[in-house]
Structure formats: C-alpha cells, structure tokens
C-alpha cells in the first residue's frame, strides 16, 4: 500500500499563469476527491469521481478549475488564470465503496502560492 | 445539510495531562463521525470513525472518542498527551448514504507544553 501520491508538493507561480497538480490514489480505490486547505481553515470539498466520471462539483470549484482522471485511476486538477485567492493547499484523497464506512485516505497535499 | 462546529480553536496543555477536544455535529440523517490529525506540512491521518455501535471508539496514538447522539458530539480524549501530539486535529462528518464528501470542522490545534 503505497498511500495517496501528489505532486508536486509545492508549487510558486505567478498570477495569470495555469497550473496543474496530479494525484494518484491507492491502486484500487475507486472514488477520488479533491479538496481545498486554506491556513487556519479544515479542508473544503471541491469535486470527486467514481472511476473515470465526475459525479459532483461545489461551488468553490469555479470556471478556472478542472479537474479529469481519464481513465479512472490518476487525476489532475488544473487551474488556469491563477488569483492570489487560489494560494491554499490541494488535497486529494481516494476510498474504496464498501459497506463498513466510507474511509477516505488523505494524500500530503499540494501548496500553491500565487505571487 | 450537515455542519460541524470544533469551538476550540486552540489548546495547550502540558506533558502527560489529559485532553479534550470538542466537536459537535448537526445533521437531520444519521452521521458517520471521523477524527483526523495533520501534522505541520503534512496531509490528513485518520485517528479513529464512529460508524455505528459501540460509542466509546478507540483510535490510534491512544486516542478514544465518544459519541453521544443526544448532544450531537464526538469529543476526543487522550488520557495523558506526549509532545508529539502537538497538531491540528480535525472533526469531520459524512452520511452513510452516498458517504461520498466529508464535512471539516476548522481544526483545533493542540500544543502540548513540556
């Protein structure tokens, strides 16, 4: 069990320009989540997938942000135009559907700073 | 829609004193309750979950947690901290239908004190 893998890890980039963070879940976890860590705040929920489909987005997630898993295992979140407003930490998690709980399995995340 | 309220924002405690960190829930379904911990830097780690039984549930690190319907809480306890305990621990709810998001409370950050 290698655990929730992001990269990078950290990410310094200029306002207007586009980024892109990846994450690969546990090998057979079936949902994948994406959210957002703002200093001094819990984690906020921005969208998940079952397998290759995105079945929910908040209202965080604006027109800026997309986020894929192509083929139902890793995903990307990309965010273009970036605003100092997006500097906080990404999290992406996964989970395996079963009856005893739906346990999500946190990644380290991905810190964005927009300058 | 599901909330979760941790009133303490912050709490020190010194070195092999007990603790406890407040967490009250609102939601109009029955909850599944989680406790995790996030060191600085770091990601979450799952200390423990209530999904349904026993209420008094016991987690990792020595950590247990209480869940009490009649109150709302999920309150974690630790009999007797280590300095390694210092971190952000967050409450989070989620329902066992769909269970497919959680809800965060903001964190409380514990600093234990030698």
């Known amino acids: 069990d290698t655990g929730v893998s992001q990269n990078p890890r950290h990410k310094i980039t200029k306002r207007g320009q586009n980024v892109t963070f990846r994450c690969d879940p546990i090998?057979?976890?079936?949902?994948l989540y994406w959210y957002r860590q703002t200093l001094g705040q819990g984690p906020e929920f921005l969208t998940y997938?079952?397998?290759?489909?995105?079945?929910?987005k908040s209202r965080l997630l604006s027109d800026r942000f997309s986020a894929e898993r192509p083929k139902g295992s890793f995903s990307t979140l990309e965010i273009q135009r970036t605003e100092q407003g997006d500097s906080a930490m990404y999290l992406c998690?996964?989970?395996?559907?079963?009856?005893?709980?739906?346990?999500?399995?946190f990644g380290e995340g991905s810190w964005l700073t927009v300058v | 829609a599901q909330s979760v309220t941790q009133l303490d924002s912050q709490v020190p405690v010194f070195e092999e004193a007990p603790v406890e960190l407040r967490c009250n829930y609102s939601s109009s379904v029955s909850v599944y309750l989680f406790w995790y911990v996030q060191y600085p830097n770091q990601g979450l780690q799952l200390l423990l979950k209530y999904l349904s039984g026993s209420t008094l549930v016991k987690g990792i690190n020595g950590f247990e947690a209480e869940f009490n319907k009649s109150q709302t809480s999920f309150h974690l306890r630790k009999p007797s901290v280590h300095i390694s305990d210092t971190a952000e621990y967050f409450c989070a709810v989620s329902s066992p239908s769909g269970t497919y998001k959680y809800i965060f409370g903001t964190g409380t950050r514990l600093k234990v004190l030698a």
């Open positions: 997938f079952q397998n290759e489909a995105q079945l929910e």
């Open positions: 090998s057979e976890h079936n949902r």
């Open positions: 998690a996964s989970s395996l559907i079963d009856r005893a709980g739906n346990t999500i399995y």
